[in-house]
C-alpha cells in the first residue's frame, strides 16, 4: 500500500502531535496552509498523512510519525475491511510468534512470492492452534493474503520487533474496538480479572473454560492457568479476532504450554457451538434485556432444567446454558442486570437454583464497574450440583456499593478495595463448601449457639453476609444482596468517634493557621505586560504534553496503600479530586506515555474548571491520563508555583475557553501570565503553595466532619450513642 494513500482524521492528527482535538481545530483556522481534506465527511473530514507530517515538521509540532501510528494508519486505509486486515495481521503475528524463522524467511522475498507462499505458512499454524475451526477464522481473513496487503505485514512486523507479537495485536484491537465503540462493548479488564479469580478451581490445575458470548475475549483473556479456551460470538468478524486475542495470549499465562483455542461464530441460545462440550468454569458477560431470544421455539430444550425462562428473563437463559456446559462442581460467574435478582416473572427459576444448590454467591457491584456504566451489576456465581451431594445451606452475598471511592462514578473507583473485599468474602465461604477446595487454615473453637431467627449470619459487617437459603424461599425470591447485607454501623464505635472529632479538632486549627491573611492592595486592578502558554512554549520556556493514556482499574492482587508511581495514571478525577494517582496502567504497554516529574503543571480541559496542580515528589514517575494537559516550566526561566497560580484565575480561564452545547473545554496554550522577574515569581509562587495547602486542609476537614457527622446520626438512630 503506498505511503500516500494514507489518510488521518482530526484526532488522529491530535494523537500524532500530543495536542488536542481543539488544538487542531485552530490549526485549521488560523493557517491557511494547512492541509485540505481529501476525504471523509464534513463533520469528520480526512486528511492525506503525508500533507499532515510535511506540514507538522514544517511548523516544528513533530520529528517522526510513530511507528505504531504509521501501522494504524495503514489498517484504516485498507481496502479490505478493518476487521478482516486486522484478522491477516493477527494470523501474521500467530507465524511470526511460533515459527520466527518462516517469517523471516517469507519477509526476505519480494512482495509477490511473499504473497504466495504466506497463505500456507499460515494454514499450517492455524491448523495446530485451532483445528477443524481454522477454516472458518481464515475465511475472515478473505482466505488469502493479496500481494497489495504485504506492505502493511511487513509493517506490522516491525512494530512487533518492537513492542512483541502480543502487545501489537492488543494495540490494533483496542484501536479497532474504540473507533467501533457502539457495535462492540468489551468487558472491562477489571470484573474480567475478578470474574475469573471468583471461577477459578480451587486446586492449581489448569482449567477448560468456556465463555458463550465471548466478545473480544476479555473474560477468557483473564483466565490463568487455562487448558483449553472454548468462545462463541455471534458476530463472525469478532469471533476471529477473538480467536487471535486467545491464542497470542493464552500461552503466556499457561502453565501447561499451548492452550487449545476454540472459537466459534453463532446465537449461543440457538445454535449452541459446544453442544458436547463440559467445562470446569464459564465466564460470561451475556446480552441484557433481549426480548428475541428464542423463547417460543427453545420451549422443550433440555438445558432448561430450573424451568422454561420468560420471554422478559433472557439472563436466566444465559444462566442455565452456563450450568449446563458445567462438569458437575463446575464454577460459572455471569455478570447480571440487577433486575434479574428481584424480577417476579423469573421468581420459581431463582427458587429452583436456591433448592438445588446451583447459586452460590450475588455480589452486587458498583455502577460504573462495568457497562451499562449507569447501574450497578451483579455478579452471579453458580456451581453445578453434584449427583448424591446435599445442597449446601447457605448463599453469599456481598454489596460493594460503600467500597466504590469518594464520589463513585465509572471512573473514581476504588476498585482494588472492591476487587479485594469481593475475593476475601468468597474465599472464606467457600473453603468448606467444596470438599475438594483448600480454605485458609483456621484454629479449631467450639460450635457457636444458632442465631436467633433473622440474625445476621456471620460475614463482614456492611460487606458480606451468608444467608440461609430457607430464609430466601419467600413469595419474592429477591436476591438482591442490599436486602440481605445490613449496612455498616458507621456509629456503632464511640471511641472512633472521638478519635474522629479530635482529628477533626486538629485539622481545623490546622486550617486556621493556615488561612492566608490578604495583603492590602491597590483598588484598581493591576496592568502588567502579559504573555500566553503558547507563547511561552515557542520561546522554549515551558514544553507541552497532552495525556493519551487511558487508565483501567487496578488488578486484584493486594497492593500497598500508595502504590509506585511508575504503575500508576494520574487521572482527570484525580486532578479535580486533589487524591494521588488512582489509575492503572493498561495491560498493553504504551512507551509513549507522558511520565510527570517534580514541578509539572497540570490542568484538567475539560469542564472549564480552574483546578490546577503541582506534581510533588510522591507522584514523580506516574504517566499521564487522558483530558490532561502537562506544562513543564524551565525552573530557570519560571517558577511552577507561579505559572500554577496564575493559571487558576478566574478571568484567564475564562477568556481561554471554547464552549460547545455539551461540554466546556479549556485551551491551554491561551492562559495569560504577566511578565515578571524571576525573583517576583517565586514571591508570589510561595504564597500560592500557600494557598494549595490550606486548600488542602480545607477538603481533609469536610472529608472528616461528614464522616463524624454521619457516624452520629448512625449512632444515636442505632442507640449506641446517647442523646445525653
Same mark, same amino acid.
Given at each position: 500500500?503506498?505511503?500516500?494513500?494514507?489518510? @488521518?482524521?482530526?484526532?488522529?492528527?491530535?494523537?500524532?502531535?500530543?495536542?488536542?482535538?481543539?488544538?487542531?481545530?485552530?490549526?485549521?483556522?488560523?493557517?491557511?496552509?494547512?492541509?485540505?481534506? =481529501?476525504?471523509?465527511?464534513?463533520?469528520?473530514?480526512?486528511?492525506?498523512?503525508?500533507?499532515?507530517?510535511?506540514?507538522?515538521?514544517? $511548523?516544528?509540532?513533530?520529528?517522526?510519525?510513530?511507528?505504531?501510528?504509521?501501522?494504524?494508519? $495503514?489498517?484504516?486505509?485498507?481496502?479490505?475491511?478493518?476487521?478482516?486486515?486486522?484478522?491477516?495481521?493477527?494470523?501474521?503475528?500467530?507465524?511470526?510468534?511460533?515459527?520466527?524463522?518462516?517469517?523471516?524467511?517469507?519477509?526476505?522475498?519480494?512482495?509477490?512470492?511473499?504473497?504466495?507462499?504466506?497463505?500456507?505458512?499460515?494454514?499450517?499454524?492455524?491448523?495446530?492452534?485451532?483445528?477443524?475451526?481454522?477454516?472458518?477464522? /481464515?475465511?475472515?481473513?478473505?482466505?488469502?493474503?493479496?500481494?497489495?496487503?504485504?506492505?502493511?505485514?511487513?509493517? @506490522?512486523?516491525?512494530?512487533?520487533?518492537? /513492542?512483541?507479537?502480543?502487545?501489537?495485536?492488543?494495540?490494533?484491537?483496542?484501536?479497532?474496538?474504540?473507533?467501533?465503540?457502539?457495535?462492540?462493548?468489551?468487558?472491562?479488564?477489571?470484573?474480567?480479572?475478578?470474574?475469573?479469580?471468583?471461577?477459578?478451581? %480451587?486446586?492449581?490445575?489448569?482449567?477448560?473454560?468456556?465463555?458463550?458470548?465471548?466478545?473480544?475475549?476479555?473474560?477468557?483473556?483473564?483466565?490463568?492457568?487455562?487448558?483449553?479456551?472454548?468462545?462463541?460470538?455471534?458476530?463472525?468478524?469478532?469471533?476471529?479476532?477473538?480467536?487471535?486475542?486467545?491464542? /497470542?495470549?493464552?500461552?503466556?499465562?499457561?502453565?501447561?504450554?499451548? @492452550?487449545?483455542?476454540?472459537?466459534?461464530?453463532?446465537?449461543?441460545?440457538?445454535?449452541?457451538?459446544?453442544?458436547?462440550?463440559?467445562?470446569?468454569?464459564?465466564?460470561?458477560?451475556?446480552?441484557?434485556? +433481549?426480548?428475541?431470544?428464542?423463547?417460543?421455539?427453545?420451549?422443550?430444550?433440555?438445558?432448561? +432444567?430450573?424451568?422454561?425462562?420468560?420471554?422478559?428473563?433472557?439472563?436466566l437463559a444465559w444462566v442455565q446454558h452456563a450450568l449446563a456446559r458445567l462438569r458437575p462442581g463446575g464454577t460459572a460467574v455471569l455478570l447480571m442486570p440487577p433486575a434479574a435478582a428481584s424480577r417476579r416473572s423469573g421468581r420459581r427459576i431463582r427458587a429452583?437454583?436456591?433448592?438445588?444448590?446451583? /447459586?452460590?454467591? @450475588?455480589?452486587?457491584?458498583?455502577?460504573?464497574?462495568?457497562?451499562?456504566?449507569?447501574?450497578?451489576?451483579?455478579?452471579?456465581?453458580?456451581?453445578?450440583?453434584?449427583?448424591?451431594?446435599?445442597?449446601?445451606?447457605?448463599?453469599?452475598?456481598?454489596?460493594?456499593?460503600?467500597?466504590?471511592?469518594?464520589?463513585?462514578?465509572?471512573?473514581?473507583?476504588?476498585?482494588?478495595?472492591? $476487587?479485594?473485599?469481593?475475593?476475601?468474602?468468597?474465599?472464606?465461604?467457600?473453603?468448606?463448601?467444596?470438599?475438594?477446595?483448600?480454605?485458609?487454615?483456621?484454629?479449631?473453637?467450639?460450635?457457636?449457639?444458632?442465631?436467633?431467627?433473622?440474625?445476621?449470619?456471620?460475614?463482614?459487617?456492611?460487606?458480606?453476609?451468608?444467608?440461609?437459603?430457607?430464609?430466601?424461599?419467600?413469595?419474592?425470591?429477591?436476591?438482591?444482596?442490599?436486602?440481605?447485607?445490613?449496612?455498616?454501623?458507621?456509629?456503632?464505635?464511640?471511641?472512633?468517634?472521638?478519635?474522629?472529632?479530635?482529628?477533626?479538632?486538629?485539622?481545623?486549627?490546622?486550617?486556621? +493557621?493556615?488561612?492566608?491573611?490578604?495583603?492590602?492592595?491597590?483598588?484598581?486592578?493591576? *496592568?502588567?505586560?502579559?504573555?500566553?502558554?503558547?507563547?511561552?512554549?515557542?520561546?522554549?520556556?515551558?514544553?507541552?504534553?497532552?495525556?493519551?493514556?487511558?487508565? *483501567?482499574?487496578? &488488578?486484584?492482587?493486594?497492593?500497598?496503600?500508595?502504590?509506585? &508511581?511508575?504503575?500508576?495514571?494520574?487521572?482527570?478525577?484525580?486532578?479535580?479530586?486533589?487524591?494521588?494517582?488512582?489509575?492503572?496502567?493498561?495491560?498493553?504497554?504504551?512507551?509513549?506515555?507522558?511520565?510527570? +516529574?517534580?514541578?509539572?503543571?497540570?490542568?484538567?480541559?475539560?469542564?472549564?474548571?480552574?483546578?490546577?496542580? =503541582?506534581?510533588?515528589?510522591?507522584?514523580?514517575?506516574?504517566?499521564?491520563?487522558?483530558?490532561?494537559?502537562?506544562?513543564?516550566?524551565? %525552573?530557570?526561566?519560571?517558577?511552577?508555583?507561579?505559572?500554577?497560580?496564575?493559571?487558576?484565575?478566574?478571568?484567564?480561564?475564562?477568556?481561554?475557553?471554547?464552549?460547545?452545547?455539551?461540554?466546556?473545554?479549556?485551551?491551554?496554550?491561551?492562559?495569560?501570565?504577566?511578565?515578571? &522577574?524571576?525573583?517576583?515569581?517565586?514571591?508570589?509562587?510561595?504564597?500560592?503553595?500557600?494557598?494549595?495547602?490550606?486548600?488542602?486542609?480545607?477538603?481533609?476537614?469536610?472529608?472528616?466532619?461528614?464522616?463524624?457527622? $454521619?457516624?452520629?446520626?448512625?449512632?444515636?438512630?442505632?442507640?449506641?450513642?446517647?442523646?445525653?
Amino acid at each position: 500500500m503506498p505511503e500516500s494513500a494514507s489518510e @488521518v482524521t482530526a484526532a488522529g492528527i491530535a494523537r500524532l502531535a500530543g495536542v488536542g482535538r481543539a488544538a487542531v481545530s485552530n490549526w485549521r483556522r488560523r493557517h491557511a496552509d494547512f492541509p485540505k481534506p =481529501v476525504g471523509g465527511t464534513e463533520t469528520s473530514p480526512a486528511f492525506a498523512l503525508s500533507d499532515v507530517e510535511r506540514w507538522l515538521r514544517e $511548523q516544528g509540532k513533530l520529528a517522526e510519525v510513530p511507528l505504531r501510528e504509521r501501522v494504524w494508519q $495503514q489498517l484504516a486505509d485498507s481496502p479490505a475491511t478493518a476487521a478482516a486486515t486486522l484478522t491477516r495481521a493477527g494470523f501474521a503475528l500467530l507465524l511470526l510468534r511460533e515459527r520466527p524463522s518462516t517469517w523471516q524467511e517469507l519477509t526476505a522475498r519480494p512482495d509477490e512470492r511473499m504473497a504466495e507462499l504466506l497463505p500456507t505458512a499460515v494454514e499450517q499454524v492455524a491448523s495446530v492452534r485451532f483445528g477443524d475451526d481454522r477454516h472458518a477464522l /481464515l475465511a475472515r481473513a478473505c482466505l488469502e493474503f493479496p500481494r497489495q496487503a504485504i506492505p502493511f505485514l511487513r509493517s @506490522v512486523g516491525e512494530l512487533a520487533d518492537e /513492542l512483541g507479537p502480543r502487545q501489537t495485536y492488543e494495540f490494533l484491537l483496542g484501536r479497532f474496538l474504540d473507533a467501533n465503540i457502539r457495535q462492540y462493548t468489551p468487558t472491562p479488564p477489571g470484573p474480567a480479572a475478578l470474574m475469573a479469580a471468583l471461577a477459578a478451581p %480451587p486446586q492449581a490445575s489448569a482449567a477448560t473454560v468456556l465463555d458463550p458470548a465471548a466478545g473480544a475475549g476479555t473474560l477468557l483473556r483473564a483466565v490463568e492457568r487455562p487448558a483449553a479456551l472454548y468462545a462463541q460470538e455471534a458476530d463472525p468478524d469478532l469471533t476471529a479476532l477473538t480467536a487471535l486475542r486467545l491464542a /497470542l495470549h493464552a500461552d503466556a499465562v499457561s502453565a501447561a504450554g499451548a @492452550v487449545c483455542v476454540r472459537a466459534r461464530s453463532g446465537d449461543t441460545l440457538r445454535a449452541d457451538a459446544f453442544p458436547d462440550v463440559t467445562v470446569d468454569a464459564v465466564l460470561c458477560h451475556p446480552p441484557f434485556n +433481549e426480548r428475541n431470544w428464542g423463547h417460543d421455539e427453545l420451549s422443550y430444550d433440555p438445558r432448561w +432444567e430450573y424451568g422454561l425462562p420468560a420471554r422478559t428473563e433472557s439472563e436466566l437463559a444465559w444462566v442455565q446454558h452456563a450450568l449446563a456446559r458445567l462438569r458437575p462442581g463446575g464454577t460459572a460467574v455471569l455478570l447480571m442486570p440487577p433486575a434479574a435478582a428481584s424480577r417476579r416473572s423469573g421468581r420459581r427459576i431463582r427458587a429452583g437454583l436456591l433448592r438445588r444448590g446451583a /447459586l452460590r454467591a @450475588v455480589v452486587s457491584l458498583p455502577a460504573g464497574a462495568a457497562p451499562p456504566y449507569g447501574i450497578p451489576l451483579h455478579l452471579w456465581v453458580l456451581r453445578k450440583p453434584a449427583a448424591g451431594q446435599l445442597p449446601p445451606p447457605e448463599v453469599l452475598f456481598v454489596d460493594t456499593a460503600d467500597l466504590s471511592g469518594a464520589g463513585g462514578g465509572r471512573d473514581r473507583l476504588d476498585w482494588q478495595t472492591v $476487587q479485594n473485599a469481593v475475593l476475601d468474602a468468597w474465599l472464606a465461604f467457600s473453603g468448606t463448601d467444596d470438599p475438594g477446595a483448600t480454605a485458609p487454615a483456621k484454629p479449631p473453637a467450639t460450635p457457636p449457639a444458632a442465631p436467633a431467627a433473622g440474625a445476621p449470619q456471620p460475614g463482614r459487617t456492611g460487606v458480606s453476609r451468608a444467608v440461609p437459603v430457607i430464609e430466601l424461599l419467600d413469595d419474592d425470591v429477591d436476591l438482591a444482596p442490599a436486602r440481605h447485607v445490613p449496612p455498616a454501623a458507621a456509629g456503632g464505635d464511640v471511641a472512633e468517634l472521638e478519635r474522629a472529632r479530635a482529628k477533626l479538632t486538629e485539622t481545623l486549627r490546622l486550617t486556621g +493557621e493556615l488561612a492566608p491573611a490578604p495583603t492590602a492592595g491597590t483598588a484598581e486592578r493591576a *496592568v502588567w505586560p502579559t504573555t500566553t502558554v503558547g507563547e511561552l512554549a515557542r520561546a522554549h520556556a515551558l514544553s507541552l504534553r497532552a495525556g493519551t493514556t487511558a487508565a *483501567v482499574p487496578a &488488578p486484584a492482587a493486594p497492593a500497598p496503600a500508595r502504590p509506585s &508511581p511508575r504503575d500508576a495514571v494520574l487521572t482527570e478525577q484525580d486532578v479535580l479530586a486533589g487524591a494521588p494517582p488512582t489509575g492503572a496502567l493498561p495491560d498493553a504497554p504504551d512507551d509513549e506515555s507522558v511520565r510527570l +516529574e517534580a514541578g509539572d503543571v497540570v490542568v484538567p480541559v475539560l469542564g472549564g474548571g480552574s483546578v490546577v496542580r =503541582v506534581v510533588d515528589e510522591r507522584d514523580a514517575g506516574a504517566a499521564l491520563g487522558r483530558n490532561l494537559q502537562l506544562l513543564r516550566p524551565d %525552573p530557570q526561566a519560571l517558577d511552577p508555583w507561579f505559572l500554577a497560580g496564575f493559571l487558576r484565575g478566574t478571568a484567564n480561564t475564562r477568556q481561554a475557553s471554547s464552549y460547545a452545547s455539551t461540554a466546556t473545554r479549556l485551551d491551554v496554550r491561551r492562559l495569560q501570565l504577566p511578565r515578571l &522577574p524571576l525573583a517576583d515569581q517565586r514571591r508570589y509562587g510561595a504564597r500560592f503553595h500557600a494557598l494549595a495547602a490550606f486548600e488542602e486542609a480545607l477538603r481533609l476537614a469536610g472529608r472528616l466532619g461528614e464522616q463524624l457527622v $454521619q457516624g452520629l446520626y448512625d449512632g444515636l438512630t442505632e442507640g449506641t450513642v446517647r442523646p445525653d
